[in-house]
Nanobody, 126 residues
Framework: QVQLVQSGGGLVQTGDSLRLSCAAS????????MAWFRQAPGQEREFVAS????????YYQDSVKGRFTISRDNAKNTVYLQMNSLKPEDTAVYYC???????????????????WGQGTQVTVSS
């Protein structure tokens, strides 16, 4: 059974940094594309970033390009989201997500991901 356990998040001020972590169980992490999504109150869940399993190609939502960095450590079965220069509009519950093995490419739709973390709140005060 695949589980994704998130850590990190919290309350920060505008311009601060945070790092989110997502640890995955199971032996197929290295063949799984991973992503981060976020959901603000009353809003749809939206794509933030993803990293391909095959070549570590990364994709980002335009509003976070240059500020957020997604990375992975296959030896630790963990994916990270480093968030710098945070803004109040980044406030949301953040979720990590995992696709089935060997699926890659640009995949911004939540429906393309099979496994989800429990979510972690990120609040950026102005």
């Amino acid at each position: 059974q695949v589980q994704l356990v998130q850590s990190g998040g919290g309350l920060v001020q505008t311009g601060d940094s945070l790092r989110l972590s997502c640890a995955a169980s199971g032996s197929t992490f290295s063949t799984s594309t991973m992503a981060w999504f976020r959901q603000a109150p009353g809003q749809e869940r939206e794509f933030v970033a993803s990293i391909n399993w095959s070549d570590d190609t990364t994709y980002y939502q335009d509003s976070v390009k240059g500020r957020f960095t997604i990375s992975r450590d296959n030896a630790k079965n963990t994916v990270y989201l480093q968030m710098n220069s945070l803004k109040p509009e980044d406030t949301a519950v953040y979720y990590c997500a995992r696709r089935l093995s060997y699926l890659g490419g640009y995949a911004p739709a939540p429906s393309l991901y099979t496994y989800w973390g429990q979510g972690t709140q990120v609040t950026v005060s102005s």
